[in-house]
């Protein structure tokens, strides 16, 4: 195929898949966010509190972009910016599939470079680094729920979040010292590459990712709690804490689609906050604006940047 003309069809098909992403998020946006009366926006609080919470949305992607940059420069050396522009294009892609499965995928494919197998391995120390801090998280939130409102699920429930925590940690630190033996197995012998190539990781850099992971799940519960202040949900600072972290766990378990996950972020909002506050409403707002801040606006962004994508080589 001449240059000419795949430089064109990568211009259009970059265009057609940007417009159509833009389109659907804008639209969805619109629809769930509709609901919400206006009025609830001019009985909010002081407008710091918004602006803080816009300051670490931005946190919050520069922290995920560094954890990228750092996860690449195992395979190979990056650029900062690149790094980047591939979490937000990845972004922009998650907002179509199942609990967000595509974000990853859409990463690499922006990357387009060679060593897609190694990225594809060190993504999933990427992932399992994000579940460690959300689920340790969760557990936290469990720990108090269980203290504050105890039950038969709720034991249940703690018991199971500390057995996968159990396995997350030692897939995360553990994982190249089983590999020789998964080799063995037909099946399972392409994770062999994932187990060398950690084996060469050292363990600082490990708890580098690690403890940006925790951080983010950090910074994301500070935003929601803002929120909820501005929003006029009243919570105690500390159970606030552990329930907001105890609604990311579940968020995190629960199956959804990005684009339609915030009438399930809803519902999910008001059965843990509302033993706290009856302000429904002010529960719904903040969760929504959540929602916008760090899914809807990043994957916005990384739409645009789908515009430079080279899909024909």
């Not at 659907?24 to 407008?47: F, R």
């Not at 703690?158 to 994982?175: D, K, S």
Request: with cysteine; hydrophobic share 55%; aromatic share 12%.
């Amino acid at each position: 195929m001449n240059k000419s003309i795949k430089i064109w069809l990568n211009y259009l098909i970059g265009a057609a898949v940007c417009t159509g992403l833009v389109y659907t998020i804008i639209t969805e946006v619109k629809k769930q966010t509709g609901s919400i009366d206006d009025s609830l926006w001019q009985q909010t609080g002081s407008m710091i509190l918004p602006v803080i919470c816009i300051a670490l949305m931005l946190l919050n992607s520069l922290l995920e972009s560094y954890k990228w940059y750092l996860l690449l420069s195992w395979v190979q050396p990056v650029r900062y910016v690149h790094a980047a522009a591939s979490y937000l294009a990845g972004i922009a892609f998650s907002v179509i599939t199942p609990n967000r499965i595509g974000e990853y995928p859409g990463r690499i494919l922006y990357l387009r470079g060679g060593n897609t197998f190694r990225h594809i391995h060190v993504s999933v120390s990427g992932v399992v680094s994000q579940l460690a801090g959300i689920w340790g998280a969760g557990l936290v939130g469990l720990v108090y729920y269980n203290y504050a409102f105890p039950s038969a699920y709720g034991r249940l429930a703690l018991a199971g979040c500390i057995i996968i925590n159990i396995l997350i940690a030692l897939v995360y630190w553990r994982f190249e010292s089983w590999w020789p033996r998964l080799e063995q197995i037909k099946y399972l012998r392409r994770f062999g590459v994932y187990g060398r190539l950690m084996s060469r990781v050292p363990a600082g850099h490990r708890m580098k990712v690690l403890a940006i992971s925790a951080l983010r799940v950090a910074v994301f519960t500070a935003q929601y709690l803002i929120l909820l202040k501005w929003l006029n949900v009243s919570l105690p600072l500390v159970p606030g804490y552990c329930m907001a972290a105890l609604f990311f766990w579940v968020m995190a378990v629960v199956p959804s689609l990005a684009l339609t996950e915030l009438g399930i972020r809803g519902a999910v909002s008001i059965w843990i906050f509302q033993s706290f506050s009856a302000n429904t409403i002010g529960i719904l707002a903040a969760t929504g604006s959540l929602w916008l801040l760090n899914l809807m606006v990043p994957a916005l962004a990384g739409s645009i940047l789908i515009l430079r994508m080279k899909w024909l080589k």
